[in-house]
């Protein structure tokens, strides 16, 4: 887009009198948008429409939270749906006024006086901007207001998609339905039949119920669409703060060292800087693992993964948590061929950290003063078969079917000042997620009957590796 427009709505006699040049660049993100941060950084701390006198900036107009020309307020108020808050614009207004005598500093020169020459000149710079957003908006194709007419998307949703493909076939159903439109006169006692001797009404009312019943299991389908959309944007939310919180931690390290050399002689405080050591320990482990499994997600192609490596890796990254809870694991690998065939190292690893995190829950839910978790892998000719187990609470054998259904838990979070065990109920996404990982591979996940001194077995098979899919350089 490149044009010149003139603005008809805004006539000022004030800026008549006065020299008035606006300049801005335009950053149409919105929040949570897939842009970089550092972009977004620089915008949040810079962004702003700052105003000059003379040649000489005029505090505190434009500076961070500063919204003298209303654009956050219209923003949040959806005035116009397209993004516009002052996170959005980096510019500025000059103002050319030698004498004074329109725009006049105030006596502590923190702004101008509020006159009405001022007044116009907010109203005008809201407006300018206003029309520019909404005309670069029109032009890419985006909705400008909510109850804009005739506005027609230039890509149509999945949801409309279906929408207008069951329209169009209900209507061919109920074309079917109508006597003229079958060849030949048909009396009123008598009922049109298909070629094959079959009755027409019965063949559309069973098209009918068909219908139906795709349109709810694809309405099922897009809610669920939905839901790994959300949990999609918490990936990448979380993706930023273990980057920004890894840069902290190894300063926090280094603190951590330097008091405990402050404190030595000083048994309490040693003992409680060595505690936060340990906790910093803790968060680097998890910031680690979660930094590589983020990192193996640009890699798009699949790859035969050796299982010992990556559970060893996993459980070397929740040691802390493990020591500091007093837990108790056992992991066994009963053989020493443990390729799979090409999957993804985050899908891997994603399903790793579910069945740890829920037996975690579990166990804290049943109050052991012990903890245990077991893993045990085995290996036949065509799979490979991992055991998870741990002495939680336990999942009832009625409920064993149903586990893996999405919103299944027992309970929901019942606040921010519930008991542990309250606190520690999930959203009933987590195993239908990693069954949905599983199933992507071929495998298979499910309940079994666990081993003694145990309360919960999770088994999943996963396809073995052939001889062509292990890398060459793997032995």
Known sequence: MNESYELSEIKSEALKKVGFLFKVHYFPLAKGGKRSSHLQTYLRDNGGVKLYRNGFYVPPYGARHDDWLGLDDSSRRRLILPPHANTNFIGNIDITDSEGFHFEETSSREGLIENHYFNELQRIGYEIIKSAVMRITSERGRKVTSSQKGYVSPEKSLEE????????????????????????????????????????????????????????????????????????????????????????????????????????????????????????????????????????????????????DVIRNFFDAMLPTIQRRGYDLNIDFQGDDFWTKPIHLSELSSILMNLFTNSCKAIVRAGRQQGCLKLVMTSTNEEHVIRFEDNGDGIPRKDWGRVFNALYTTELSQGAYAIDSQQLRGMGLGLTITKDIVLGFDGDISIIDPSEGYNTCIEIIIPKATEDEIPEDAY
């Open 161 to 308: 998609k279906i929408q207008t493909s069951f329209k169009s076939l209900s209507e061919q159903v109920e074309k079917l339905e109508q006597p003229s439109n079958n060849k030949g006169q048909i009396n009123q006692d008598s009922n049109p039949e298909n070629s094959d001797g079959t009755d027409i009404s019965q063949t559309t009312s069973e098209i009918k119920g068909a219908l139906e019943e795709s349109k709810e299991l694809i309405r099922e389908l897009i809610d669920e669409k939905n839901m790994y959309r959300v949990l999609a944007s918490s990936g990448l939310a979380i993706a930023e703060f273990t980057h920004e919180i890894q840069l902290y931690l190894n300063n926090l390290m280094l603190n951590g060292k330097q008091l405990q050399r402050l404190v030595k002689d000083h048994c309490e405080a040693l003992t409680s800087a060595k505690e936060m050591e340990s906790n910093i320990d803790m968060l680097v482990s998890y910031t680690d693992f979660f930094t590589d499994t983020i990192r193996s997600n640009s890699q798009r192609a699949r790859r035969s993964i050796e299982l010992r």
